[in-house]
């Protein structure tokens, strides 16, 4: 077989889309498959982390969709693939069997969180894809679910692919985390949030929670929120700001092992997700995890985290007042979280995903 994978997104600095293609790609790199892979990239500016064994197609520059569409279907004609991996969006010819691959459905259940000419190029353009594509992959059961609403006719082309967790995760705290945390003006202990600041992940009410419990008089530590401010997030940011929030901004892949170690929780509140990478993440550094108790978070985080309603301001400050005031539910939660992550790999996805496409 000969995959050609939209590799476009990574060096982007995106978030999830770029994670789950970086991870499937260094996944495939561990299958002993005898199968040929390219990846269709784009020029960032900066060297992409991707496996030398497999061949590069660097589109250049990143331009307007478009035109990106159109660029991947000459590749692929160049290319001469049986199948063609790409997250949300395939072009309109594609010279070759397509799998899209859907992260969540956030843009049609709430497109109140985006800007609507997001939401509405964004249900145009993957409804297109879902429509067309012989498989349509869901990053969870909830997204699996959530086609099923909304794109019926699809269902029978659906599988559920699970993303993966990177080795380098870990609990075991190193003396070069400090160094990695000086960077980024941080200092171990604190209250951790991973995620654009965005909407969805609901970052206004997760301040709320954290004033009101500074309020109560409880020793907090500091809160760093780790993202990039997106869609109207300006008010949000200087009212974080203003609260004494650090506000990192973009943490790189690399960093985030450290980041996450040396917190002493990551808050998770997030309203909708397709899957939800860091709690994950998190857990496999040890770290105890709050998050959300709706859409796909239950999936990803088990019975190894505290989850509360998004919705309730109070649930967040309990929660987090639990895990600084309570050392053995911490240390029961880091363990079951550590378990809980092991159960995901990247190899494990890659097969699932071959397995799917065989």
Not at 91 to 110: E, K, M, N, Q
Not at 169 to 176: A, D, L, N, S, V
Request: charged letters at 20%; hydrophobic letters at 45%; one cysteine or more.
């Amino acid at each position: 077989m000969h995959l050609a994978i939209n590799a476009t997104e990574v060096g982007r600095r995106r978030g999830g889309n770029e994670s789950y293609i970086s991870g499937l790609v260094e996944g495939l790199a561990q299958l002993d498959a005898s199968i040929q892979v390219s990846l269709l990239t784009c020029d960032w500016g900066q060297p992409l982390h991707l496996p030398s064994a497999f061949r590069q197609v660097n589109l250049g520059r990143y331009r307007r969709l478009p035109s990106l569409l159109w660029q991947q279907t000459i590749a692929l004609y160049r290319l001469k693939a049986d199948w063609y991996v790409s997250t949300f969006f395939l072009p309109p010819i594609t010279p070759c069997r397509g799998a899209v691959l859907v992260h969540d459905l956030s843009f049609r259940a709430h497109p109140e969180y985006f800007p609507p000419a997001i939401a509405g190029y964004m249900r145009l353009l993957t409804g297109m894809a879902i429509r067309q594509a012989d498989r349509v992959v869901a990053l969870s059961h909830f997204t699996f679910q959530e086609l099923a609403r909304f794109h019926p006719q699809a269902v029978a082309r659906v599988v559920v692919v699970y993303p993966g967790i990177d080795p380098m995760f870990r609990p075991e705290k190193r003396p070069g985390d400090l160094q990695v945390l000086d960077a980024y003006g941080l200092t171990p202990g604190y209250v951790l949030a991973i995620g654009n600041i965005h909407p969805r992940k609901n970052l206004a009410r997760l301040l709320d929670a954290y004033l009101d419990l500074k309020a109560s008089g409880l020793a907090v530590p500091p809160m760093a929120w780790g993202g990039l401010p997106r869609w109207e997030s300006g008010t949000l940011v200087e009212r974080a700001r203003s609260a004494g929030v650090i506000l990192p901004g973009f943490i790189t892949q690399e960093d985030l092992p450290a980041v996450y170690r040396q917190a002493s929780m990551l808050v998770y509140p997030s309203l909708y997700e397709g899957f939800g990478l860091p709690p994950v993440e998190a857990m496999a550094c040890g770290t105890p995890v709050v998050a959300s108790n709706t859409t796909s978070l239950p999936e990803a985080t088990g019975e190894a985290a505290l989850t509360v309603d998004p919705a309730s301001t109070e649930e967040l400050a309990t929660a987090m007042a639990q895990l600084l005031e309570d050392p053995p539910l911490r240390k029961r939660l880091q363990q079951a979280g550590i378990e809980q992550a092991h159960t995901f790999s990247w190899e494990r996805t890659a097969e699932h995903l071959l397995a799917a496409l065989d």
